[in-house]
């Protein structure tokens, strides 16, 4: 029985709405959707959790939506197989500004956020984005993105394409917005 992991968006949770539709979809597959804890965990001890699952539970599939699709992304620096990443974050920092740090409280706690997530990115998100980039990117690890025409919270997702333009699928849908529940158009498996 093939492995399949769901890594969630920022405020979500393992047992999301979009994990329960790949369990529904995928129903001769073991879908695993641990919760991470994206406010109070480093992107290092979040990549940390990933690595053990994939270890743990022998993951041959990863699906990371929104900002659990930026995890997956960087996921790609120590998991080779196949990915999708569905409407992902790709400017972390602009929108950890806009979107997480966006009211000012706890500035102290949003600001060491920022930071983190400035440092992982250009150590891990930039590295992986230039090894696509370079034609350097492992065969075995297969990169698919189902993007939406209209994401009204990330905006047009073109130049992310432009930061990885190796890839083996993309597949744009309409009228879907960022919440993107339309998985069972994808050929996730194929």
Request: proline residues 4%; charged residues 25%.
């Amino acid at each position: 029985m093939k492995t399949v992991m769901y890594i969630h968006g920022y405020g979500s949770d393992g047992n999301a709405k979009k994990g329960q539709l790949l369990r529904a979809m995928l129903p001769d597959c073991h879908v695993v959707s641990p919760t991470f804890d994206y406010d109070n965990r480093s992107p290092w001890q979040i990549q940390e959790q990933i690595s053990e699952v994939v270890k743990s539970e022998n993951v041959e599939l990863i699906v990371g939506s929104s900002f659990g699709g930026y995890q997956t992304l960087c996921a790609t620096s120590f998991f080779t197989g196949k990915v999708w990443v569905v409407n992902p974050v790709y400017d972390v920092e602009t929108v950890i500004r806009r979107i997480i740090v966006k009211d000012g409280t706890g500035a102290e706690k949003s600001e060491r956020f920022l930071a983190d997530y400035s440092d992982f990115n250009k150590k891990v998100f930039e590295r992986q984005s230039q090894l696509n980039q370079s034609g350097m990117w492992p065969e075995k690890t297969e990169l698919n993105f189902a993007l939406s025409t209209d994401d009204e919270l990330l905006g047009d997702h073109r130049p992310l394409l432009e930061l990885f333009p190796r890839h083996n699928h993309v597949v744009w849908k309409d009228n879907c917005g960022h919440r993107f529940y339309r998985f069972k158009e994808l050929d996730i498996l194929g």
